[in-house]
């Protein structure tokens, strides 16, 4: 026998499911259905070994059939079966199909040969069902979920698109039958039209699919469609092995289709690289001739004698480049484009490399390119060459002149301009202008370098090619130059002598600068200081105070540094001055960065040297009178954190006392009493309190962090406690007073509370409107009715709301009586006397607002119950008991 714990191996089996319980019988309905759904399923892989079972608790009895159908199922040999008929035999072929199955990975638990073959329906029922989930269900996976969740996750996905299916289990999802007709119909739409189905016709939809299924996708009908509409719970083993019975028809169709395109899409890239081997071949031999034809043309040199015949060979050359080239270049980037993409799809294809013919390979096309291209650059040099040459000397001397005299214009004046010395006088703005201008001047200087070379170039130029005018155009370019030399030396004497100038006045500016920046910061931070110092602190707790004296010794701390801080900027001050008397620079007017000046630096730094002591006593009083404010508000929260507590204890405990049920009224009621007395001897405490609180006002204490309570809660729930002490032994006399009057005993009081207090759900000591309607439906009225809430009546008449009736509203001002609303001039308390001395038995009423109807006449009795249910109010026990003896009077 197989007791094996669950499977932890790494095939990730899915275990058997809890609700197969071995140890309970199989429900019959169930049991039928996975009869029928398991025999189908084995005969559906049987038959593909030419046989069949038809009880399934016996025909694998001898272990014969259940090894072929793990042969079928799992496409392996099994052991060789033994052939006897002995029991022997059978257990043996038995264990080796359960052998077969733990070889899986499948866990059976409790599961053994002898079970199978004493032909145990629910064992055997079982083991099928085991086989079922690891070789049918199993290995399904959607999305990322494999077995039983990738199974209904497919069902899931392949409805989806159709209204009233919604497949979220594997039972009763599944009883109307739309979910097995929308899987065929989004498979196979041919076979089932799904828009004539209606959901509250299952049996029709379920025949449908189960034979549409037989028939066209060879799937056994496992399920029978009464069976299913039967039962309030379809089998899910059943269901779910149908099911995973259309996932494998499914998938296995579409496996064959996706096959099938595959070998189409490689038929097509075939053909596809053969056209592209076609084309390239062509294209290559067609972009070679035409190479092989061009060069020759570029490499005729032969020289024209006029300007007119080589402006027209350029011309020539110019189409070429213009309208004969770019076309071929074109096809030459398309060559290679086409043979990479050949090559990628052929490796793609796992097909070996395309190979061109000889001469016609990439390689080959770019040296012939290559070639044609040296050939078109040599020709286009000797071109221009040959054009230069004729053009030249006409334009060379012209260009000379003009270049000349506009160098000479533009040097008219600037030797002049270089030699001032107005830089001696000017202030550092002023310097600063003049070196800008000055870069200028050299900027501009430097651009006519270029003018300068291209003179001489020019006159160098003639001279190489022997023009009649070179002597005069050598002198003029010989003056040109030497102007030029000159122009160059003064302007570096000039930038020299701004750029000394300028440093000085840049030296004395920085010094101003730094001032400034050191004595603005410096000079905010001794304001700042002094309004600190001199600014009014208001605190409320000691750890304010200790804040505050911690941060004026952080800042005394700071005053050293702060003094040297202040030395640094007045030695900048001195500094400023040396330099102006070492250099005799001539500095008109202030520091142009600042007003502050040393003066108005040490005069501040006296004032907060004052104010610091000054600052020290004040913090040292305000720490004493915090520490006295601590020490109140400490004395207050100890006795504050044991009285509210206590009261707290005390109105649990009467609260308690008033609704269990221990011992007779009377002893409550001592019990209730010792419990005033107690509370009242407690008061002096609370007086002190009042004392300690009174001193934590006129110290103008606002809060206290020792203590939640406030003098407030503490009188608030004192006040409740008296109330609430006073009022629960009053309810008790009144209860005493009533069980006297009307002769109830304990016993019954004793009912009345245990019933009082089963409908005080909430424990709260009185009943409010949803409870007390809840007791009054028990005692059978019913208050469904908007006009009378509850209504006894021994009459019709009194029904339709005739007769006279006594209105009875209780407030908290004593009793009155008021004439019917339907009778406004008959007095109810003069016409019913015994329902008025019946009511004023039960003076507590006056406590509740509740309004009550009693209507007395001599033949009938009718009892309203008419209240607001937005203002209820809560119903205590007495009035409870009340209640229920108004009641019994009615009925009476």
């Not at 002023?430 to 001489?456: G, Y």
Request: net charge negative.
């Amino acid at each position: 026998m197989y007791n094996m714990d669950q499977y932890d191996g790494e095939e990730n089996y899915m275990p058997q499911e809890d609700d197969w319980d071995r140890d309970l019988l199989l429900d019959p309905a169930w049991e039928k259905q996975q009869r029928k759904t398991f025999t189908a399923w084995c005969n559906s892989h049987l038959r593909k070994a030419g046989t069949q079972i038809e009880n399934i608790e016996e025909d694998f009895r001898d272990g014969l059939k259940l090894m072929l159908l793990l042969e079928v199922i799992s496409g392996e040999r099994l052991a060789k079966p033994e052939r006897g008929k002995m029991r022997v035999h059978k257990i043996s072929n038995v264990n080796k199909a359960l052998d077969f199955i733990a070889s899986k990975g499948v866990k059976l638990v409790s599961i053994g040969a002898e079970e199978i073959v004493d032909g145990n329906a629910k064992m055997t029922l079982g083991m099928i069902w085991t086989i079922i989930l690891r070789f049918a269900i199993q290995d399904i996976s959607v999305e990322e979920t494999s077995a039983k969740e990738g199974l209904l996750l497919w069902c899931q996905r392949k409805t989806a698109p159709y209204k009233n299916v919604n497949i979220q289990n594997f039972h009763i999802s599944w009883k109307d039958g739309l979910g097995f007709c929308a899987l065929i119909h989004r498979h196979r739409p041919e076979l089932i039209d799904y828009g004539k189905l209606r959901k509250d016709d299952p049996m029709t939809n379920l025949n449908t699919a189960f034979d549409v299924a037989e028939k066209y996708l060879d799937i056994p009908k496992m399920l029978d469609a009464e069976d299913i509409i039967s039962t309030l719970r379809p089998d899910e083993k059943a269901v779910m092995t149908y099911v995973s019975c259309y996932y494998h028809a499914f998938s296995g169709k579409q496996k064959a289709e996706t096959a099938a395109n595959r070998i189409c899409k490689v038929l097509a890239v075939n053909q596809e690289n053969e056209q592209l081997m076609e084309d390239y071949e062509k294209l290559a031999s067609d972009l070679l001739e035409w190479i092989r034809r061009t060069i020759p043309w570029l490499e005729n040199r032969m020289p024209e004698n006029t300007m007119q015949a080589m402006q027209q060979k350029l011309e020539d050359f110019r189409d070429y480049r213009r309208l004969h080239k770019p076309p071929k270049v074109q096809e030459k980037c398309q060559l290679e484009i086409n043979f990479n993409t050949l090559q990628t799809k052929l490796r793609l294809s796992n097909r070996p490399a395309f190979m061109p013919s000889e001469g016609k390979m990439v390689s080959d096309i770019n040296n012939a390119w290559g070639n044609l291209e040296g050939a078109e650059k040599g020709y286009e040099e000797w071109l221009l060459n040959e054009i230069r040459r004729l053009e030249r000397l006409d334009h060379l001397a012209e260009k000379f002149r003009q270049k000349a005299a506009i160098h000479e214009a533009w040097t008219e004046g600037k030797e002049d301009m270089l030699q001032k010395r107005d830089y001696e006088t000017a202030s550092l703005s002023e310097i600063k202008a003049l070196l800008k201008k000055h870069e200028a001047f050299e900027s501009d200087l430097a651009a006519h370098q270029d003018r300068v070379e291209q003179i001489a170039a020019i006159a160098q130029e003639l001279n190489e090619l022997d023009y009649y005018d070179s002597p005069s155009v050598n002198a003029r370019c010989q003056r040109i130059c030497d102007q030029w030399d000159a122009l160059g030396a003064l302007t570096q004497k000039r930038s020299e002598a701004l750029q000394r100038t300028e440093k000085l006045l840049e030296t004395i500016d920085q010094l101003y600068l730094e001032f400034a920046k050191r004595a603005a910061p410096f000079n905010n931070w001794m304001e700042g200081a002094m309004e600190d110092l001199q600014d009014t602190f208001i605190v409320h707790t000691i750890e304010e105070i200790q804040g505050l004296s911690t941060a004026h010794e952080q800042f005394k701390a700071t005053l050293p540094e702060a003094d040297k801080e202040r030395q640094a900027i007045l030695g900048i001050h001195n500094e400023i001055a040396k330099i102006v008397q070492t250099y005799h620079v001539n500095m008109a007017g202030t520091n142009p960065y600042t007003t502050i000046n040393p003066q108005e630096i040490n005069a501040k730094w006296d004032k907060v040297r004052q104010l610091v002591p000054q600052r020290d006593q004040a913090l040292i009083e305000e720490h004493a009178r915090q520490q006295n404010n601590e020490r109140l508000r400490r004395q207050f929260a100890n006795q504050a954190n044991v009285i509210g507590p206590w009261i707290q204890t005390k109105m649990e405990e009467i609260g308690r006392i008033s609704i269990e049920m221990h011992g007779t009224l009377e002893d409550q009621l001592t019990h209730l009493r010792q419990y005033e007395k107690s509370i009242v001897n407690y008061k002096p405490k609370i007086d002190q309190l009042e004392g300690d609180h009174q001193l934590i006002q006129e110290a103008l204490i606002f809060d206290n962090k020792h203590t939640n309570y406030t003098m407030e809660h503490i009188r608030v729930g004192w006040e409740q406690l008296l109330t609430t002490i006073a009022r629960t032994i009053n309810e008790i006399e009144n209860q005493i007073l009533t069980r006297d009057a009307k002769g109830i005993s304990q016993e019954q009081l004793n009912e009345f509370r245990a019933s009082f207090n089963h409908f005080d759900r909430d424990h709260s000591g009185t009943l409010g409107a949803e409870e007390f309607k809840a007791c009054l439906i028990s005692l059978g009225f019913d208050i469904a009715n908007d006009a009378q809430v509850l209504n006894r009546s021994r009459t019709p008449a009194v029904r339709s709301l005739t007769g006279f009736f006594l209105c009875f509203f209780c407030t908290f001002s004593p009793l009155y009586f008021y004439p019917s609303p339907y009778s406004p001039s008959i007095p109810t308390s003069t016409a019913y006397p015994s329902c008025t001395n019946f009511l004023w038995e039960f003076p507590h009423l006056a406590t509740s607002k509740l309004w009550i109807v009693v209507a007395s006449l001599p033949k009938f009795h009718t009892l309203f119950i008419l209240y607001s249910p937005n203002d209820f109010p809560p119903l205590s026990l007495p009035l409870y008991v009340f209640l229920l003896l108004l009641v019994s009077f009615v009925h009476r």
